[in-house]
């Protein structure tokens, strides 16, 4: 098969949660440890660092793997969803999985595959762990997909676990409260493996320390030890911003490429991973960090959060997609100059949005869409649930529809922003 015809098959075969929601689910790591026995099992064959928590975790990830990637070292990168493409969820070295590596290795194990019936995220994870082990890497950093205890990625014992934080997402999965979602999170934490959580969350906080103790394994919350601060106010279409960190010996300033206020949240943790990984003997100078968090697009390929796309008007696009993601985003919309915003919104059919709507700006006008995948709320639907909040707008269908309705409608000193979901980011055709 040719590589649209690979991906075709898999998308037909195998339930993706991605496009379908929770029938793509499935719990357990049973599918997942038996495709790594059809495989030798890579997962034993590489070094790792495993990242989980509600938000923060795609960011942290990426942040950890060019910072590795500057100090010299080959770095594997697992991530998902994608945003265009397949195989932007493995990566070395920012380099995309190839598609003829992929057309060779469902055509080499899709027959042995049969009889396990994975789903689309198992078969991707068995994908990721083949190509890192085959391709030697030094590290790999592995996101969690959803959860963390049943997630197919938990099969692998990291050298450190990272959680970044808690709150309120995919709850029909995960659980109703917040500590049961960090019980599921918490899952990640191996006997005798250091674990770093980001922030310190007085709700959940036992959780963690429950768990680590019963499997004898060392905890730390980062932000207790490392203190991180904007540097001044960015500007409001800056791609970078100053950060002041106390805690860290010769990193009292660091310049991140990552704007967003909410992104020092996350950079106490992926600092307190690194001084781990430093005591189990990887060499990590201060060079590195820097030339990581100042060129993590560069050596990533990272995208997506608070990525500028344009200005005059700015136009903003953001992947925060669950309530303390938007409550994020809305706190740095707030602080923009805009003489109007246009906000274009859509959402998920499996997501609680009138908690997410009643966050938002009512002086916004709001142009609603929906992506292109069946897991999308319709946006006539959205826009219902919308009025009942007080938000007004209209009804476009389509990403780009909507997109280009906003952009044709602004001035010169209002915002555009685009977001709401993965899925409506991942339409925006310049991203």
């Given at each position: 098969?040719?590589?649209?015809?690979?991906?075709?098959?898999?998308?037909?075969?195998?339930?993706?949660?991605?496009?379908?929601?929770?029938?793509?689910?499935?719990?357990?790591?049973?599918?997942?440890?038996?495709?790594?026995?059809?495989?030798?099992?890579?997962?034993?064959?590489?070094?790792?660092?495993?990242?989980?928590?509600?938000?923060?975790?795609?960011?942290?990830?990426?942040?950890?793997?060019?910072?590795?990637?500057?100090?010299?070292?080959?770095?594997?990168?697992?991530?998902?969803?994608?945003?265009?493409?397949?195989?932007?969820?493995?990566?070395?070295?920012?380099?995309?999985?190839?598609?003829?590596y992929l057309v060779?290795?469902?055509?080499?194990?899709?027959?042995?595959?049969?009889?396990?019936?994975?789903?689309?995220?198992e078969m991707c994870?068995?994908?990721?762990?083949?190509?890192?082990?085959?391709?030697?890497?030094?590290?790999?950093?592995?996101?969690?997909?959803?959860?963390?205890?049943?997630?197919?990625?938990?099969?692998?014992?990291?050298?450190?676990?990272?959680?970044?934080?808690?709150?309120?997402?995919?709850?029909?999965?995960?659980?109703?409260?917040?500590?049961?979602?960090?019980?599921?999170?918490?899952?990640?934490?191996?006997?005798?493996?250091?674990?770093?959580?980001?922030?310190?969350?007085?709700?959940?906080?036992?959780?963690?320390?429950?768990?680590?103790?019963?499997?004898?394994?060392?905890?730390?919350?980062?932000?207790?030890?490392?203190?991180?601060?904007?540097?001044?106010?960015?500007?409001?279409?800056?791609?970078?911003?100053?950060?002041?960190?106390?805690?860290?010996?010769?990193?009292?300033?660091?310049?991140?490429?990552?704007?967003?206020?909410?992104?020092?949240?996350?950079?106490?943790?992926?600092?307190?991973?690194?001084?781990?990984?430093?005591?189990?003997?990887?060499?990590?100078?201060?060079?590195?960090?820097?030339?990581?968090?100042?060129?993590?697009?560069?050596?990533?390929?990272?995208?997506?959060?608070?990525?500028?796309?344009?200005?005059?008007?700015?136009?903003?696009?953001?992947?925060?997609?669950?309530?303390?993601g938007l409550r994020?985003?809305?706190?740095?919309?707030?602080?923009?100059?805009?003489?109007?915003?246009?906000?274009?919104?859509?959402?998920?059919?499996?997501?609680?949005?009138?908690?997410?709507?009643?966050?938002?700006?009512?002086?916004?006008?709001?142009?609603?869409?929906?992506?292109?995948?069946?897991?999308?709320?319709?946006?006539?639907?959205?826009?219902?649930?919308?009025?009942?909040?007080?938000?007004?707008?209209?009804?476009?269908?389509?990403?780009?529809?909507?997109?280009?309705?906003?952009?044709?409608?602004?001035?010169?000193?209002?915002?555009?922003?685009?977001?709401?979901?993965?899925?409506?980011?991942?339409?925006?055709?310049?991203?």
């Amino acid at each position: 098969m040719t590589y649209a015809q690979t991906l075709a098959f898999l998308y037909d075969q195998l339930p993706m949660f991605q496009r379908v929601g929770a029938a793509g689910f499935k719990k357990g790591l049973g599918n997942t440890e038996a495709l790594a026995e059809v495989l030798g099992h890579p997962e034993r064959r590489f070094r790792a660092v495993h990242v989980a928590g509600t938000n923060g975790k795609g960011s942290s990830s990426n942040l950890l793997a060019a910072v590795l990637q500057a100090a010299g070292y080959k770095v594997g990168l697992y991530t998902s969803p994608h945003l265009r493409e397949f195989t932007e969820r493995i990566k070395i070295n920012g380099q995309d999985l190839t598609p003829d590596y992929l057309v060779a290795w469902v055509a080499q194990w899709w027959p042995q595959f049969a009889a396990v019936q994975p789903s689309f995220f198992e078969m991707c994870v068995a994908l990721a762990y083949s190509y890192f082990a085959g391709q030697q890497v030094d590290i790999a950093i592995v996101e969690v997909g959803l959860g963390g205890r049943l997630d197919s990625t938990n099969i692998i014992t990291p050298l450190v676990s990272l959680i970044t934080n808690i709150s309120y997402d995919h709850q029909n999965l995960l659980g109703d409260t917040l500590p049961e979602i960090a019980g599921e999170k918490a899952g990640i934490i191996k006997p005798g493996v250091p674990v770093v959580i980001s922030q310190s969350q007085s709700e959940v906080a036992a959780v963690f320390e429950q768990k680590a103790a019963a499997e004898n394994a060392p905890l730390l919350f980062a932000d207790q030890h490392y203190q991180v601060e904007l540097l001044g106010e960015p500007a409001p279409d800056a791609g970078t911003q100053l950060l002041h960190v106390s805690g860290a010996a010769g990193l009292d300033e660091l310049e991140l490429a990552l704007a967003g206020d909410y992104q020092r949240l996350n950079v106490a943790g992926v600092l307190a991973v690194l001084d781990e990984l430093r005591r189990q003997g990887y060499v990590i100078p201060e060079a590195a960090v820097r030339t990581g968090f100042r060129d993590v697009r560069r050596l990533t390929g990272f995208r997506g959060r608070w990525t500028i796309l344009g200005r005059h008007p700015l136009v903003v696009c953001d992947t925060g997609h669950n309530e303390a993601g938007l409550r994020f985003v809305t706190a740095q919309l707030a602080r923009l100059p805009y003489r109007q915003l246009h906000f274009v919104l859509g959402a998920v059919n499996d997501k609680d949005v009138t908690k997410m709507l009643a966050l938002l700006p009512r002086s916004a006008t709001y142009y609603f869409c929906q992506a292109n995948i069946p897991r999308a709320l319709p946006a006539a639907e959205l826009a219902a649930q919308a009025v009942r909040v007080g938000l007004q707008g209209q009804v476009y269908g389509p990403v780009m529809t909507a997109v280009a309705a906003a952009r044709a409608a602004a001035q010169p000193a209002d915002v555009v922003f685009i977001g709401g979901s993965t899925f409506v980011v991942a339409e925006i055709e310049e991203l």
